[in-house]
T-cell receptor
């Protein structure tokens, strides 16, 4: 069984740029959630995708957007990067029935300068 | 407002001492409660959830709806328990988003 993978591991961007982060969900999982974890904070929910549709969104502006593909992998896109977007971005996959457990990837560390 | 509060940023104990990591929550409805753990250089992983009423690695957590608390306990701490612990809640449908607390670092020394 393959776990959740994320790419890249880390990257550095300049304020105003755009970034795309990628996530491959665990085998058999059709739901992907994205979280932002700022330094010293717990993860904060950005949004969730289920069968390629957005299925819930946290308190993040529209410049945070996402996609889910037929193979259930997912992308997080952030436009017009701000310094406060510097954080660890976590992807988690799950099955929306039966199990409540979310399986997390290792994260992508984004630094905005 | 939906919120999870972990009042302690750091908890330091000696090996063999009892451990209690505090968690209080605010939620309108009946949430599901979880403890997630992150060991050094490892990814975030589920430790236990209240619906399972299980004991994992000697840890237990009891949901107290009256006090809206879900404290994590272990009678005898081990050095390998040193990690970051996050309390989290979600709605009562599987697959819904998790709301996390800020986390408590547990440090167990010999």
């Amino acid at each position: 069984e393959t776990g959740v993978t994320q790419s890249p591991t880390h990257l550095i961007k300049t304020r105003g740029q755009q970034v795309t982060l990628r996530c491959s969900s665990q085998s058999g999982h059709n739901t992907v959630s994205w979280y932002q974890q700022a330094l010293g904070q717990g993860p904060q929910f950005i949004f969730q995708y289920y069968r390629e549709e957005e299925n819930g969104r946290g308190n993040f502006p529209p410049r945070f957007s996402g996609l889910q593909f037929p193979n259930y992998s997912s992308e997080l896109n952030v436009n017009a990067l701000e310094l406060d977007d510097s954080a660890l971005y976590l992807c988690a996959s799950s099955i929306p029935t039966g199990s409540y457990e979310q399986y997390f990837g290792p994260g992508t560390r984004l630094t905005v300068t | 407002a939906q919120r999870v509060t972990q009042p302690e940023k750091l908890l330091s104990v000696f090996k063999g001492a009892p451990v209690e990591l505090k968690c209080n929550y605010s939620y309108s409805g009946s949430p599901e409660l979880f403890w997630y753990v992150q060991y050094s250089r490892q990814r975030l992983q589920l430790l236990l959830r209240h619906i399972s009423r299980e004991s994992i690695k000697g840890f237990t957590a009891d949901l107290n709806k009256g006090e809206t608390s879900f404290h994590l306990k272990k009678p005898f701490a081990q050095e390998e328990d040193s990690a970051m612990y996050y309390c989290a809640l979600s709605g009562n449908q599987a697959g819904t988003a998790l709301i996390f607390g800020k986390g408590t670092t547990l440090s167990v020394s010999s």
